[in-house]
């Protein structure tokens, strides 16, 4: 029993040793409005009285640097009109402002790195929201029901756009997606019903399903060849929609994508091969008018073919192909040309992205008339007198396109121009002065 006594003892002393010793991991505490925590000598604000409307959040607490803001922690504010949050902040919790129906306006710094799920819903009257360079996650319905934003920026390292994060956003016009976004969410802009413009970023591979449904005054979208999945019901609804390019790497194109888009009659396919997943009814209820547009080296059907379509889509006349202009290019060898010293010239550096190049013509005094035309890239000339001649190729490609390119190249007298005298004869005194030297140093040595 003594036994049993000592070692209660012994465990006690080292318990409260520790407590002694090691601080509070987590404790809660009060700083004027604000509730918070501590976690790691870091504070996170747990709730707030609301007694504010225009306030800025303090960097510390209790002398403790405020790091988040935590779930709920301004749930309801119905009074509050503004924040300022500190660059302190890196994470802002779920559902942190939701409802807080006065907010106008926010700007989130740099510093935060994750905007929580519902973190700003129902802010029926914030008009704009500036998003800083770090915040990488928007959460699902981050933003959703904020029915007065009409701006809204991005900052550039975010990748996700969350589930329903702007949804019945009905007063935003147009958004920019930054390339940094690899994924729109399932209904990330639904309802969004005046926006009329979406710029996508280079790098965005999933657009969600419904992402866009009922974003009726879209008029027209370019997706881009980052895309490889176009969700389920992803443009449902779009009334105004009127054409839509695909980029060259979508290979799924969800059920429902193009459903009721009453207005759409065009759809412009850049890959050469077509999507390996269609799902059904994905252009229910667009016009019978509707044509698809690909390259005539694609395997999509042909033009108004009566047999087969693409999925439901008539295929329409073929994309033409934009030529794109060569560029003119040329060097000459020797570089440092005297009069009536001939040199190559070589314009075999000129290039031809999307085709091949037929014709050289060359300008040797800049009169604007082409003296001498080959089929081949090289060309020799010589100038009878000095001065500086500007010299012009003009390249032709296999779709009649050209371009020039003009050098100014300097001829100087045969004589060499600016030599002061013969070479051999100033290597004759150099080796004069040297061998009187030594003679001289010779005889003051034998002295």
């Known amino acids: 029993m003594k036994d049993k006594i000592v070692k209660l003892f012994v465990g006690l002393l080292i318990l409260g040793t520790f407590f002694a010793v090691v601080p509070d991991l987590v404790s809660a505490d009060q700083d004027g409005d604000y509730t918070y925590a501590v976690s790691n000598g870091a504070a996170t604000i747990t709730d707030y009285t609301c007694a504010g409307v225009a306030i800025t959040i303090p960097s510390t607490l209790g002398g403790y640097p405020t790091v988040a803001i935590g779930d709920n922690a301004f749930y309801s504010c119905t009074f509050l009109t503004s ?7 890196t994470t802002i919790g779920a559902k942190a402002f939701k409802s807080c129906t006065s907010l106008t306006s926010v700007t989130i710094p740099d510093s935060v790195i994750t905007i929580g799920d519902d973190a700003f819903y129902y802010c029926s009257s914030l008009t704009s929201v500036t998003i800083g360079n770090s915040v990488i996650t928007i959460g699902g319905d981050a933003f959703s029901f904020c029915s007065s934003l009409d701006s809204m920026t991005f900052g550039n390292h ?14 935003l016009t147009s958004i920019t997606i930054p390339d940094s976004v690899t994924t729109i969410g399932d209904n990330a802009f639904s309802f969004c019903s005046s926006l009329d413009s979406v710029t996508f970023g280079n790098h965005v591979t999933t657009v969600g399903n419904y992402a866009f449904q009922y974003c009726s005054n879209l008029t027209s979208i370019t997706i881009p060849d980052s895309v490889i999945t176009i969700g389920d019901g992803a443009f449902y609804g779009c ?11 979508v290979t799924t194109i969800g059920k429902y994508a193009f459903v009721s888009c009453s207005s759409l009659t065009s759809i412009t396919f850049h890959g050469l091969a077509v999507p390996k997943i269609v ?18 080296a694609s395997n999509f059907p042909a033009p108004e073919d009566t047999y087969m379509d693409f999925h439901g889509l008539k295929m ?37 992205l999307d085709g091949s190049l037929i014709l050289y013509e060359w300008d040797w005094n800049n009169d604007g008339v082409y003296e001498e035309s080959y089929t081949i890239p090289t060309a020799a000339h010589s100038w009878t007198q000095e001065g500086d001649y500007p010299v012009t190729v003009q390249i032709t490609d296999d779709d009649n396109a050209t371009s020039t390119k003009t050098i100014t190249v300097p001829i100087i007298s045969s004589g060499g121009g600016n030599n002061k005298g013969t070479p051999g004869f100033e290597l004759v005194v150099v080796i004069g002065a040297i061998v009187v030297s030594i003679l001289l140093w010779n005889k003051k040595i034998n002295k």
């Open 83 to 89: 924040v300022v949050i500190p660059d302190s902040v």
């Open 158 to 171: 975010v990748t996700t756009i969350g589930n329903y994060a702007f949804q019945y956003c009905s007063n």
């Open 239 to 249: 009334t105004f929609l009127t054409s839509v390019i695909i980029g060259n790497n």
């Open 279 to 296: 799902g059904t009814d994905w252009i229910k209820g667009t016009p019978d008018g509707i044509r698809g547009h690909a390259y005539a």
């Open 316 to 352: 329409g006349a073929v994309i033409s192909i934009e030529n794109k202009l060569p560029l003119a290019a040329f060097t000459w060898i020797p570089l440092n040309l005297t009069v009536n010293q001939t040199s190559t010239f070589d314009a075999s550096a000129s290039s031809d």
